[in-house]
């Protein structure tokens, strides 16, 4: 059961270099179904979300295109990326964009606070710089490219060629972290998760730290260093502070420390930077570290990672225009283990959309409120003596409810979704075994009938509760059919059986409608 605390849970912010695509709209829906729970829990819970809009890829992209960064980052943000909080449904409580006053101000006066304690020096670096990854590269971030780019070295992520940099720069003393960081690893195992990324993360620190060159004097496109307008801020730098800006470091003290530290999800090509340098950084500062740094997955299209540059990204409405937005959740966050890459296909979805939300969810319920009408003219029947079967039903709802919510805690959203399902096949079994089409038949078997379609409802608006923040819009639709009290995203997740409501069901037009394929 929840105490009340606060759950801050944020996603990467994202760059405005191009649109989105499935594989940021995964991170997005994982965020938010973590959100809504914790929310429906009872805890004081904050989502947030945004855009990245500063760096040289962003000034190469818009100067490409002939209008200026903020231009760019303006249309961009307008036209495709808050579009994209209403194409998959989500509950963020703030949308940062990092080129509004509240974060640039901040960021400075958070720089100036670890420049004036002593923590950022001038000095010079000359390294391999991916202007895609907005990062400098070690040898062993990059690979021998192919075709145009045979004989070069080229990024491992974006297999496009590296650019040699000399700058003189300012650097954060970031190497004097490594036995704090370390320390913290050890301290609290799962500040980073999954273990596979935890082990990648201690393997990067014990091999030593470098100190990280956080400004640029090349181009303009950023966040002026406070004590030297000729430098903007390492994107990095930048960006990683929109966890603290967004929630009042810097203006307000009381909100900051009411909602930080965060649950931060990341891909895994980002773990370094949050799992290394932003808890180096809050150490620097003073202020506490986040809660966790969780580095899921890639979603893989053809064996490769999503990517637009390589033709593999898909974007979010081609799914959603056909099977709607709550398939989309439910099938990224069900199939695909949390934390591990994961391959998508049409097939695939096709094929669990028509098993599992059609046939498994869907049909339950509308069988149970037509049999409802069609036995009891809508009336929910009150129940007689219960069988075994019945309490079977009633375990299989609260322990469905408690299981799911350790997996929550633990961030196994995937897991979290199994338990719930197994009160969904249960209840399918359940009746199948009961037969309530037969027991109608007989007059003598009328009380049996109605416990029967009693314990069938009550199974039903459990689910409608647990399975709200993954399939919000179907949920609210049964909600409304079973006659439950209030907002079914308003219910007690951790109490979801005690659920109550009025005393008829209303009709239920298909949830998730059958979807025929072409050839």
């Given at each position: 059961?929840?105490d009340?605390?606060?759950f801050?849970?944020?996603?990467p912010?994202?760059?405005?270099?191009?649109?989105?695509?499935?594989?940021h709209a995964?991170?997005?829906?994982?965020?938010?179904?973590?959100?809504r729970?914790?929310?429906?829990?009872?805890?004081?819970?904050?989502?947030?979300?945004?855009?990245?809009?500063?760096?040289?890829?962003?000034?190469?992209?818009?100067?490409?295109?002939?209008?200026?960064p903020q231009?760019?980052?303006?249309k961009?943000?307008?036209?495709?990326?808050?579009?994209?909080?209403?194409t998959?449904?989500?509950?963020?409580?703030?949308?940062?964009?990092?080129?509004?006053?509240?974060?640039?101000?901040n960021?400075?006066?958070?720089?100036?606070?670890?420049?004036?304690?002593?923590f950022?020096?001038?000095?010079?670096?000359?390294g391999y710089?991916?202007?895609?990854?907005?990062?400098?590269?070690?040898?062993?971030?990059?690979?021998?490219?192919?075709?145009e780019?045979a004989?070069?070295?080229v990024?491992?992520?974006?297999?496009?060629?590296?650019?040699?940099?000399?700058?003189?720069?300012?650097?954060?003393?970031?190497?004097?972290?490594?036995?704090?960081l370390?320390?913290?690893?050890?301290?609290?195992?799962?500040?980073?998760?999954?273990?596979?990324?935890?082990?990648?993360?201690?393997?990067?620190?014990?091999?030593g730290?470098?100190?990280l060159?956080i400004?640029?004097?090349?181009?303009?496109?950023?966040?002026k260093?406070?004590?030297?307008?000729?430098?903007?801020?390492?994107?990095w730098?930048?960006?990683?502070l929109?966890?603290?800006?967004?929630?009042?470091?810097?203006?307000?003290?009381?909100?900051?420390?009411?909602?930080?530290?965060a649950t931060?999800?990341?891909?895994?090509?980002i773990l370094?930077f949050?799992?290394?340098?932003w808890?180096?950084?809050l150490?620097?500062a003073?202020?506490?570290?986040p809660?966790?740094?969780?580095?899921?997955?890639?979603?893989?299209v053809?064996g490769?990672?999503?990517?637009k540059?390589?033709?593999?990204?898909?974007a979010p409405t081609?799914?959603?225009?056909?099977?709607?937005?709550?398939a989309?959740r439910?099938?990224f966050l069900?199939?695909?283990?949390f934390?591990?890459?994961?391959?998508?296909?049409?097939?695939?979805?096709?094929?669990?959309?028509?098993?599992?939300?059609?046939?498994?969810?869907?049909n339950?319920?509308?069988?149970v409120?037509a049999?409802?009408?069609?036995?009891?003219?809508?009336?929910?029947?009150?129940?007689?003596?219960?069988s075994?079967?019945?309490?079977?039903?009633?375990?299989?709802?609260?322990?469905?409810?408690?299981t799911?919510?350790?997996?929550?805690?633990?961030?196994?959203?995937?897991?979290?979704i199994?338990?719930?399902w197994?009160?969904?096949d249960?209840?399918n079994?359940?009746?199948?075994?009961?037969?309530?089409?037969?027991?109608?038949?007989?007059?003598?078997?009328?009380?049996?009938?109605?416990?029967?379609?009693y314990?069938?409802v009550?199974?039903?608006?459990?689910?409608?509760?647990l399975?709200?923040?993954?399939?919000?819009?179907?949920?609210?639709?049964?909600?409304?059919?079973?006659?439950?009290?209030?907002?079914v995203?308003?219910?007690?997740i951790d109490?979801?059986?005690?659920?109550?409501?009025?005393?008829?069901?209303?009709?239920?037009?298909?949830?998730?409608?059958r979807?025929?394929?072409?050839?």
């Amino acid at each position: 059961m929840s105490d009340g605390s606060s759950f801050f849970v944020t996603t990467p912010i994202f760059y405005v270099n191009d649109v989105p695509h499935i594989g940021h709209a995964y991170t997005e829906v994982a965020a938010d179904v973590l959100a809504r729970w914790h929310r429906q829990r009872g805890d004081d819970t904050w989502f947030l979300t945004g855009t990245d809009e500063h760096g040289q890829k962003i000034l190469r992209t818009a100067t490409a295109n002939g209008v200026t960064p903020q231009e760019w980052a303006d249309k961009l943000v307008e036209e495709s990326w808050k579009p994209l909080l209403e194409t998959i449904d989500l509950s963020n409580d703030d949308f940062i964009r990092t080129t509004e006053p509240r974060h640039e101000e901040n960021v400075q006066k958070f720089l100036q606070h670890l420049y004036d304690t002593g923590f950022i020096y001038t000095g010079e670096y000359e390294g391999y710089y991916c202007v895609g990854c907005e990062e400098y590269k070690q040898a062993g971030d990059l690979v021998d490219g192919s075709g145009e780019y045979a004989g070069q070295r080229v990024c491992a992520i974006h297999s496009k060629p590296v650019e040699l940099l000399h700058e003189k720069n300012y650097f954060f003393k970031m190497s004097a972290f490594a036995e704090q960081l370390l320390a913290l690893y050890e301290e609290r195992p799962d500040f980073v998760q999954p273990e596979s990324a935890r082990n990648e993360v201690l393997a990067f620190v014990r091999s030593g730290l470098d100190d990280l060159s956080i400004s640029r004097s090349s181009f303009d496109w950023g966040v002026k260093v406070p004590w030297d307008e000729s430098h903007v801020v390492y994107v990095w730098f930048d960006a990683l502070l929109n966890y603290v800006t967004a929630v009042g470091y810097g203006q307000d003290e009381a909100e900051f420390e009411r909602r930080w530290p965060a649950t931060h999800l990341v891909g895994k090509d980002i773990l370094r930077f949050h799992a290394v340098i932003w808890p180096a950084m809050l150490m620097a500062a003073g202020l506490p570290v986040p809660h966790r740094v969780f580095g899921h997955g890639w979603l893989l299209v053809g064996g490769e990672k999503m990517s637009k540059s390589k033709l593999t990204g898909i974007a979010p409405t081609q799914i959603t225009d056909t099977f709607g937005s709550d398939a989309f959740r439910y099938y990224f966050l069900r199939a695909i283990s949390f934390g591990q890459d994961g391959s998508f296909s049409w097939e695939d979805l096709h094929a669990r959309y028509t098993s599992e939300l059609a046939n498994g969810f869907g049909n339950l319920a509308s069988r149970v409120i037509a049999m409802v009408s069609r036995y009891c003219d809508g009336v929910i029947p009150a129940p007689g003596a219960f069988s075994e079967a019945d309490v079977a039903i009633q375990a299989i709802e609260r322990t469905a409810t408690a299981t799911a919510s350790i997996a929550i805690d633990r961030l196994a959203i995937h897991e979290a979704i199994h338990e719930v399902w197994t009160l969904v096949d249960g209840l399918n079994g359940y009746i199948t075994e009961q037969e309530p089409w037969a027991l109608a038949k007989k007059p003598e078997e009328r009380e049996r009938l109605e416990t029967v379609l009693y314990t069938a409802v009550r199974g039903l608006g459990t689910l409608a509760v647990l399975l709200s923040p993954v399939l919000p819009k179907a949920t609210a639709k049964l909600w409304t059919a079973l006659g439950g009290d209030g907002a079914v995203q308003d219910q007690r997740i951790d109490h979801a059986w005690e659920w109550s409501g009025a005393a008829s069901v209303a009709p239920l037009e298909a949830l998730f409608p059958r979807i025929e394929t072409t050839e």
